[in-house]
């Protein structure tokens, strides 16, 4: 487990340190997961190396990895909280992702995003080279009951 200060904010990998009903609350009204159930949310939660972002005890930023921690990783749900934004925390939570020891050496680290393209590039990401070769199963209604 890993917890970085840069008082008066932290960012940390316990995973009992994250405020669950926080992440929900953002999650479900962020434009990747609108609705997505808060049991959904603990599941990946659970199988996910996850980036908590503290200001003091209150949570204000998250970011998880799904990794096999050998060749792959995915980034999913990262957010900082809106009255956080503009001081660096991005960056840092990206740098604290990227530095990581268990995300080191990895053959291909991906990510979707709408509109942080800028963020990312500093960090490494780019576009596919062969998008022709990405596939994927989209289910938009995963969070609608059956």
Same mark, same amino acid.
Not at 20 to 45: K, N, T
Not at 53 to 63: E, R, S
Not at 113 to 130: I, K, P
């Given at each position: 487990?890993?917890?970085?200060? !840069?008082?008066?904010?932290?960012?940390?990998?316990?995973?009992?340190?994250?405020?669950?009903?926080?992440?929900?609350? =953002?999650?479900?009204?962020? =434009? &990747?997961?609108?609705?997505?159930?808060?049991?959904? @949310?603990?599941?990946?939660?659970?199988?996910?190396?996850?980036?908590?972002?503290?200001?003091?005890?209150?949570? /204000?930023?998250?970011?998880? /990895?799904?990794?096999?921690?050998?060749?792959?990783?995915?980034?999913?749900? @990262?957010?900082?909280?809106?009255?956080?934004?503009?001081?660096?925390?991005?960056? &840092?939570?990206?740098? /604290?992702?990227?530095?990581?020891?268990?995300?080191?050496?990895?053959?291909?680290?991906?990510?979707?995003?709408?509109?942080?393209?800028?963020? =990312?590039?500093?960090?490494?990401? !780019?576009?596919?080279?062969?998008?022709?070769?990405?596939?994927?199963? /989209? %289910?938009? %209604?995963? =969070?609608?009951?059956?």
């Amino acid at each position: 487990m890993l917890t970085i200060d !840069r008082h008066p904010y932290s960012i940390s990998t316990e995973k009992p340190r994250l405020d669950v009903q926080a992440i929900h609350a =953002y999650l479900s009204r962020s =434009y &990747w997961s609108p609705g997505i159930p808060l049991e959904m @949310v603990r599941r990946a939660i659970d199988h996910s190396l996850c980036f908590g972002v503290f200001h003091g005890p209150d949570q /204000v930023g998250f970011a998880r /990895v799904i990794t096999d921690q050998t060749t792959f990783a995915y980034l999913a749900d @990262v957010y900082i909280l809106e009255s956080h934004r503009g001081r660096g925390l991005s960056k &840092w939570l990206m740098e /604290v992702i990227t530095g990581h020891a268990e995300l080191q050496g990895l053959r291909r680290f991906m990510l979707a995003t709408r509109d942080a393209h800028g963020l =990312y590039r500093q960090f490494g990401f !780019r576009e596919a080279a062969h998008p022709s070769r990405l596939m994927e199963i /989209v %289910n938009p %209604n995963a =969070y609608s009951a059956p």
